[in-house]
Structure formats: C-alpha cells, structure tokens
C-alpha cells in the first residue's frame, strides 16, 4: 500500500512539473477566479446569474489551459494570448485552440 502511494505521488509530482511552466497557469486557481470575478462583475454589474454563468465557464477553461503540457509552441501562444487577454480564460482558450490547429495544418501535423 505505501508502494501504491509513493508511486501515486511521484507521478503527480511529474505531471505537475510538466504542467508548471504553463504560461496559462502562472497564477493559483484562487487568485485566477478572484480575477475573473472582478472583471465579470465590472462588466456585467447587476446580472449575477450572467456572472455565475461565466465565471464557471471561465474556470473550466483556465483548468483545460492548466492542463496543456509546457512545450516551446505551446507556452508561446499561451504567454501571448494570457499576456493579451488575461483574466477571459474561455477567449484564451478558443483563441489557443485556433492557433494550435493552424499551427499543426501549417507543419503537416494534422
């Protein structure tokens, strides 16, 4: 059992070593859905409901961005867009994949 555990540990440790220089990831997800709700709540002052709304949908998408390995290309896009659009995760994210897509058919990596 101590096995399984140490095991379990150790590749956690990895994924998130992989994950930790994710342009998209240098802030806690707190401090992430702090930001994202001051700005819903500048834009849309008094539709609590849009807010809510959006700041799930925002923070299911700074999770997906979370969750993108850090390689060269990636972390580019990322810190442009994060640099650019920061705190609307759900536009990072739609404008990631676009790029990343582009990105593929140009270097025949469908």
């Not at 379990?8 to 401090?31: D, F, G, K, R, Y």
Request: glycine fraction near 2%.
């Amino acid at each position: 059992m101590r096995k399984l555990i140490l095991s379990t540990l150790l590749h956690l440790a990895l994924i998130n070593a992989a994950h930790a220089s994710n342009p998209a990831c240098q802030v806690s997800e707190e401090q992430a859905r702090s930001d994202l709700a001051a700005s819903l709540s500048a834009t849309y002052e008094n539709a609590f409901s849009t807010q809510k709304m959006l700041l799930n949908a925002g923070m299911e998408k700074f999770r997906l961005l979370c969750a993108i390995p850090s390689e060269p290309v990636s972390d580019g896009v990322l810190k442009d867009l994060t640099a650019t659009y920061y705190p609307s995760f759900s536009t990072i994210h739609l404008l990631y994949e676009s790029n990343m897509k582009s990105y593929r058919e140009l270097h025949g990596n469908h």
